[in-house]
């Protein structure tokens, strides 16, 4: 019910545009999250957007360098990733939870990720 697009190779610097589609009935039910893990690390959060408020909250390591938004109309969340660095390399995965949270545990949906690589 949460699909992926958007991965793929990128030099360090370089922009990203993932996208997340999602069933009508998540998106307007759920908070929207998106999520990464790097080989042998923990899954991490990276950006989340409230469903009501549109709150935004983001990890430390990705302020001013990635935008999650929202489009109501097509029940698609995006993740813009400027400047990337090697260290972002990983799995993308999109989440859809019943309240905003960074926490792994208290996501309720699960995309199958998208592969994102920064070469240095």
């Known amino acids: 019910q949460l699909v992926e697009s958007g991965g793929g190779l990128v030099e360090a610097g370089g922009s990203l545009r993932l996208s997340c589609a999602a069933s009508?009935?998540?998106?307007?039910?759920?908070?929207m999250s998106w999520f990464r893990q790097a080989p042998e690390k923990r899954r991490e959060f990276v950006a989340g957007?409230?469903?009501?408020?549109?709150?935004?909250v983001y990890a430390d390591s990705v302020k001013g360098r990635f935008t999650i938004s929202r489009d109501n109309t097509n029940n698609t969340v995006d993740l813009q990733m400027n400047s990337l660095k090697p260290e972002d390399t990983a799995v993308y995965y999109c989440?859809?939870?019943?309240?905003?949270?960074?926490?792994?545990?208290?996501?309720?949906?699960w995309g199958r990720g998208t592969q994102v690589t920064v070469s240095s």
């Open positions: 957007i409230n469903k009501g408020d549109g709150k935004l």
């Open positions: 009508g009935r998540i998106f307007r039910t759920y908070a």
């Open positions: 989440a859809a939870g019943g309240i905003l949270s960074s926490t792994p545990q208290r996501v309720s949906f």
